[in-house]
């Protein structure tokens, strides 16, 4: 079974200032491990994922994060904030394929909502 | 654009109805997945379909159904509906044709909001 916890159900920062969202995860098996983004009335959006390899991640709109299996962590970051990035960032988990590949559930953190003070 | 269509994008119903939520995954993907946001549970898984068999299932009551066509798409029927049911309901789909393993990722529709009064 998989979890996650986001730590900080709200953050703000400083238009310019770093970004940094906490996810740690729970997993049985080696994750596959995402970050989505929602913003208002819209659906969710992959900003980066990790699944094998490189275990620092870059995404879309200059997000990047890095996977630390001893810290079983997944944190998100962004060296700049910008005022379009004040919105709802999840993430979340997958286990890996032991069905052939085809139960693929992802299980969400309760997500946190990043404002971008001026 | 994720290429996940959901309809109707906002129903406004009463207590003790039921409605259906459409959706059509991403072309060429098999597998479909609903989930419901609301504000005190976040995003909970309710149930997966991969080819029309039902794979997983998650937090869903017993009011709720789900189905998986030969076409692809996908209906979630929710029945007897409580004023706790409000929340917005996610499509997401994954798994293309031909790719079983995929790149892990789910692709979601813009969800259908749902309010009960």
């Known amino acids: 079974a998989q979890s996650v916890t986001q730590l900080g159900s709200h953050v703000s920062v400083s238009e310019g200032a770093l970004v940094l969202l906490r996810c740690n995860y729970s997993s049985s098996v080696p994750p596959y491990l995402f970050w989505y983004v929602q913003y208002p009335n819209q659906g969710l959006q992959l900003l980066l994922k990790y699944t094998t390899g490189a275990t620092l991640v870059k995404g879309i709109n200059g997000f990047e994060a890095e996977f630390k299996k001893s810290e079983t962590s997944f944190h998100l970051t962004k060296p700049s904030a910008h005022m379009s990035d004040a919105t709802e960032y999840f993430c979340a988990v997958r286990g890996r394929a032991h069905r052939g590949g085809s139960n693929y559930k992802l299980t969400f953190g309760k997500g946190t909502l990043l404002t971008v003070n001026p | 654009d994720s290429g996940v269509t959901q309809t109707p994008k906002h129903l406004i119903t009463a207590t003790g109805q039921r409605v259906t939520l459409r959706c059509s995954p991403r072309?060429?993907?098999?597998?479909v997945y609903w989930y419901q946001q609301s504000l005190d549970q976040g995003l909970q898984f309710l149930i997966q379909?991969?080819?029309?068999?039902?794979?997983a299932k998650g937090n869903i009551l017993e009011r709720f159904s789900a189905q998986q066509f030969p076409d692809l798409h996908s209906e979630l029927n929710l029945s007897s509906l409580e004023l706790g049911d409000s929340a917005l309901y996610f499509c997401?789909?994954?798994?293309?044709?031909?790719?079983?393993?995929?790149?892990?990722?789910?692709?979601f529709g813009e969800g259908s909001r749902l309010t009960v009064l």
């Open positions: 379909y991969y080819n029309g068999e039902e794979r």
């Open positions: 997401a789909s994954s798994v293309r044709v031909g790719d079983p393993k995929g790149t892990g990722e789910l692709f």
């Open positions: 072309s060429g993907d098999l597998s």
